[in-house]
């Protein structure tokens, strides 16, 4: 029997039972693009509900609170270990995800997704933390730029204890993850005090500011850096420098206790399909695609495809779980380096 008729004879039994799947995401974030949710329910009979979270912590509180009631969620990658250990999520099953054989292999062998030698979420979308820079300035290819008397009073940093931390850690020869010097990361915040313009929340903020030509120079989000480019037309210019750049993965995951888990695994398996990614990347914009067939797709002038090239997943480090204790440490630190920045 040939696919289409196949997939003609699954239609209906779907239809039937009613299927319906209720996905955990932040809002606006790829699942919950009305005309994929509408494109996929059609294909497959699958009637999919969202909830929103605004916070990690929150949604891994819906999750603990809420049993049965969530089938897919996204998590970071950084947080699966998390969820694994309060028996959240259950270990992903790549014979029901046709699509996962275009996964890059440097997304799917992370050790944040393998614990204990189980494989924990699909790899959906990756991006970076690095810099940005006004087109027609000096390119830096440094972090130590965010402090070069250059560029005083025209830097803009994320307002982020995590992100400032482990860029600070790369500045200073140490692992971004495990930090071990907290006062030379501290002693280096400082520094850029003379620098500093704006600390940014949002990517609709830094728009703004930048485009108001605030600031020249700031830490900034691959996939932001891409939309602000495409969207907004500003010239703006993503750079990895030399210390490499830090890389998050997030990734879809079946929740433990879901009613519909083939279900659920029919929607993540739609999720990294190269016909939806290339849509959403291209009209809507969004961070690069964990699945390499689908980013092999992207036209070849596409400004996502040429900033999140394949090798930055070898150059550089995918930022790990930390510690309640980490947690704490850096935004004690933060705290601190604002204080000085304001005073």
Not at 7 to 35: C, F, K, M
């Amino acid at each position: 029997m040939g696919a289409a008729a196949a997939a003609g004879l699954a239609r209906p039994r779907l239809a039937r039972a009613a299927t319906s799947i209720t996905v955990l995401n932040w809002q606006g974030y790829g699942t919950d693009e009305a005309w994929a949710v509408k494109a996929f329910t059609e294909k497959t009979g699958i009637q999919v509900v969202h909830d929103y979270f605004s916070s990690e912590p929150e949604m891994l509180t819906k999750l603990r609170t809420n049993p049965g009631v969530y089938d897919v969620v996204l998590i970071n990658s950084a947080r699966v270990s998390q969820a694994v250990a309060d028996s959240l999520v259950v270990a992903a099953d790549f014979s029901k995800v046709p699509n996962a054989a275009g996964l890059s292999p440097d997304l799917v062998n992370s050790a944040n997704r393998n614990i204990d030698g189980t494989g924990y979420g699909v790899p959906w979308v990756w991006g970076m933390t690095a810099l940005a820079a006004r087109e027609g300035g000096t390119i830096p290819d440094s972090y130590a730029a965010l402090g070069d008397p250059a560029n005083v009073g025209r830097v803009a940093l994320s307002d982020d204890a995590v992100t400032m931390v482990a860029l600070v850690a790369l500045l200073t020869g140490q692992d971004m993850n495990k930090p071990t010097d907290l006062a030379a990361i501290t002693d280096k915040l400082k520094s850029f005090k003379p620098n500093i313009k704006l600390m940014w929340s949002s990517e609709d903020q830094w728009n703004k500011s930048f485009a108001a030509k605030e600031f020249d120079l700031s830490v900034y989000w691959s996939g932001s850096s891409a939309r602000s480019k495409h969207i907004s037309k500003l010239p703006v210019q993503f750079v990895v420098p030399k210390e490499g750049a830090l890389v998050w993965m997030d990734t879809l995951n079946v929740v433990s206790g879901s009613a519909n888990p083939d279900a659920a695994l029919a929607f993540i398996n739609y999720m990294i399909d190269p016909e939806f990614y290339v849509e959403w990347a291209t009209k809507v914009g969004a961070p690069a695609s964990a699945n390499s067939t689908a980013m092999d797709k992207l036209p070849a002038d596409d400004l996502t495809r040429l900033i999140h090239d394949p090798k930055y997943l070898k150059t550089s480090t995918i930022q790990a779980a930390l510690t309640d204790e980490q947690r704490e440490a850096f935004n004690n630190l933060w705290q601190e380096v604002k204080a000085f920045y304001a005073a």
